[in-house]
């Protein structure tokens, strides 16, 4: 049973581009969590969701970024005109149909997004 | 803000010595868990305590909550050089919010 996967591990933008980052969930999982986190910092949640839905966005910014969980194929954040601020470690974690209430969330190995 | 504080923000011990590490929050929750992230990977789970439990333990680990003072601890025993890494806290909130809230980390260093 592979674990979250998240491609790719390493992304380079230049300012102005779009940035697609993929997350496929573990066998099994239907909620798909998607968190940032900056050098030195703890990660900060931006988006929940389940297949189709997107139950919690409150991290996310209001504009540019955007996610999606389609009912196939796998989890996807996108940043469009990326800016240097964008630069940072994206996450997605998965957990089981029950969701987070007393049972772990599995982490990806995340993507690292740099834009220059 | 954070939801959970750890402290110290950093730490530095001797191989085979104990470390101890703090995190505080703000509101209820439902449960807390502990990760372990090494520099520039992903994030492992180590363990999980929910908010009925005291203490719980997992091989040289062990987790303490206290509801009361909305703070836990996590302790590692007999210290590793592989134990080097950043630990983070995270608090399963119970209203409504199918999300962990992170804190800080603890940046803990094993010096052999």
């Known amino acids: 049973n592979a674990g979250v996967m998240q491609n790719p591990r390493h992304l380079v933008r230049r300012r102005g581009q779009e940035a697609r980052l993929r997350c496929s969930p573990m066998?099994?999982?239907?909620?798909v969590y998607w968190y940032r986190q900056l050098p030195e910092e703890g990660l900060k949640f931006m988006v929940y969701?389940?297949?189709?839905?997107?139950?919690?966005e409150s991290g996310m910014p209001k504009e540019r970024f955007s996610a999606e969980f389609p009912k196939e194929g796998p989890s996807i954040l996108r940043i469009q005109q990326v800016v240097r601020g964008d630069s940072a470690a994206y996450f997605c974690?998965?957990?089981?149909?029950?969701?987070?209430?007393?049972?772990?969330?599995?982490f990806g190995q995340g993507t690292r997004l740099t834009v220059v | 803000s954070q939801q959970g504080e750890e402290d110290p923000q950093a730490l530095s011990i001797q191989e085979g010595e104990n470390a101890t590490m703090n995190c505080s929050y703000k509101?209820?929750?439902?449960?807390l868990q502990w990760y372990r992230q090494n520099s520039g990977r992903g994030l492992v789970h180590l363990i999980l305590?929910?908010?009925?439990?005291r203490e719980k333990h997992s091989g040289r680990l062990r987790v303490t909550l206290d509801t009361s003072k909305k703070s836990s601890s996590l302790l590692i025993t007999a210290s590793r050089a592989a134990d080097t890494a950043s630990y983070f806290c995270?608090?399963?909130?119970?209203?409504?919010?199918?999300?962990?809230?992170f804190g800080q980390g603890t940046r803990l260093t094993i010096n052999p």
């Open positions: 995270a608090t399963g909130l119970i209203q409504g919010a199918q999300k962990l809230v």
């Open positions: 974690a998965s957990s089981p149909i029950q969701g987070l209430v007393g049972t772990e969330a599995f």
């Open positions: 305590i929910r908010s009925n439990e």
């Open positions: 066998k099994g999982h239907s909620h």
């Open positions: 509101t209820s929750i439902n449960n």
């Open positions: 969701l389940q297949k189709e839905n997107i139950i919690d």
